[in-house]
Structures are given as C-alpha cells and as structure tokens.
C-alpha cells in the first residue's frame, strides 16, 4: 500500500473560519510534509516532520499550524486565512532516513478562501 | 539550496520516446535527482530517482551525465496518458528538502 490519504477533497471556507486538513498513511514513513500549489506552479515546501518532530517550516505564516499525533497522521490547522491562501495542498509521506528514498503524494486538498 | 532548470514546454508522438531535459549545474555529492510527474492537479507521482549511474524501471529510464550537472528522463514509448507536467527535484543533502523545479508540460500528440 503506497497510498498517502487526504480528507477533505474540496474545501470551502471564509476568512473567519477555522478548518483542518488531514493526512494519514499507512506505510511506516517517517517524514511526512505539506506542500502548497498556486495554479500553474510548482509545489512549494511548507513544513516536514521526521519522527513526528517539526524539524522543517520554510517561514510560513502562523496562520498555518501543522500537527504531527502519530507516526500515521499529519494535520494541517487552518485560522483567518486570506483569498490568497487558496491553493492545492498536498501531504506526503517518505521513509524517515536514508538518501535514495522517494516521497509519496496525497491526491490533495484543493482549498478557497472566500 | 541545489536547483534544477527545464524547459517548460514540449511535445511529443504517440509511440514516440520522449526525452526530457533538466539542469541541476549545483548539485552536490550526495544529491540524488528525482523525477515526479502531475497529472491535471493531482498530487505528483513518483517516477523515478538516481544518484550518479543510469536507472530504468517499468516506466522510464533516468541518465545522469557524468559531471551530475544534467540529467534526462526517457520515456520510452508515450502515450497520450503521458500528458502530464514532469518534475525535476534535487533532495537537499542532509534534510528532507525536496525541491520542485519550475516543470516541462508535456504534450503528447495523436
């Protein structure tokens, strides 16, 4: 099973909400990141836990505030987000360690801030 | 951090073998060079990833030049499921930065 889970989909919210996005996978990885992807470009690093410790957060607001329970989850917790914000977000999973390792990619939440 | 370069377009035959280029003139020793592909907005797809020799697998072949400053991505016969943008990503050396290039959009033609 090399499948990387994201929950919800589609996701609709305004500037005053707050919403979480999920991760699971099931694969015994170790690191697990988010990325955002504005249209027509390429994903950008947001964070990545290796053993469930944040040890990468490439300077993004705290209006993002990723979490780590487990080893199988990762969820990213969303507050007074802005239109900008809307973007496709995407988990993936790598085994914790070792050079030649490849990630693998959830489907995606595709997130709008109105 | 290592970058790469590719060129942000190409087509492509059907049956044909595409060959996609990526420049990663900075990456160091112990880099490996990944390639991810994405298809209409899903989440990328893993391909294939190497360090220095010549790797194949069941749906491309990776070559890495000799100096590691470039690398090509083969595939040996699209289709037109091969539509997709392809990415080249260079894993920060000591971290688990996998860095996203800017992408070629491949266009495979009936």
């Known amino acids: 099973d090399t499948e990387v889970t994201q929950t919800p989909k589609h996701l609709v919210m305004g500037m005053t909400n707050k919403k979480s996005l999920k991760c699971e996978q099931h694969m015994g990885h170790r690191a697990m990141y988010w990325y955002k992807q504005k249209a027509k470009k390429p994903p950008e690093l947001m964070f990545v836990?290796?053993?469930?410790?944040?040890?990468i957060n490439e300077s993004v607001p705290s209006r993002f505030s990723p979490e780590c329970p487990n080893s199988s989850l990762l969820n990213l917790h969303l507050h007074a987000l802005q239109p900008e914000d809307s973007a496709l977000y995407l988990c993936?999973?790598?085994?914790?360690?070792?050079?030649?390792?490849?990630?693998?990619f959830g489907q995606g939440t595709r997130l709008t801030v109105v | 951090d290592a970058k790469t370069t590719q060129p942000p377009s190409m087509d492509c035959a059907e049956g044909r073998a595409a060959n996609l280029p990526c420049n990663h003139s900075?990456?160091?020793?112990?880099?490996?060079v990944y390639w991810y592909r994405q298809i209409h907005s899903q989440g990328p797809q893993y391909i294939i990833h190497?360090?220095?020799n010549n790797e194949t697998n069941e749906m491309a072949s990776l070559i890495i030049t000799e100096d590691r400053k470039s690398s090509t991505l083969i595939l040996p016969h699209a289709t037109l499921r091969d539509t997709a943008v392809y990415y080249c990503?260079?894993?920060?050396?000591?971290?688990?930065?996998?860095?996203f290039g800017t992408g070629t959009r491949l266009k495979v033609l009936a």
């Open positions: 993936a999973s790598s085994p914790g360690g070792g050079w030649g390792t490849e990630a693998f």
């Open positions: 190497g360090l220095k």
């Open positions: 836990y290796s053993y469930e410790k944040l040890s």
């Open positions: 900075t990456i160091s020793g112990n880099e490996y």
């Open positions: 990503i260079v894993r920060v050396e000591g971290t688990y930065k996998y860095i």
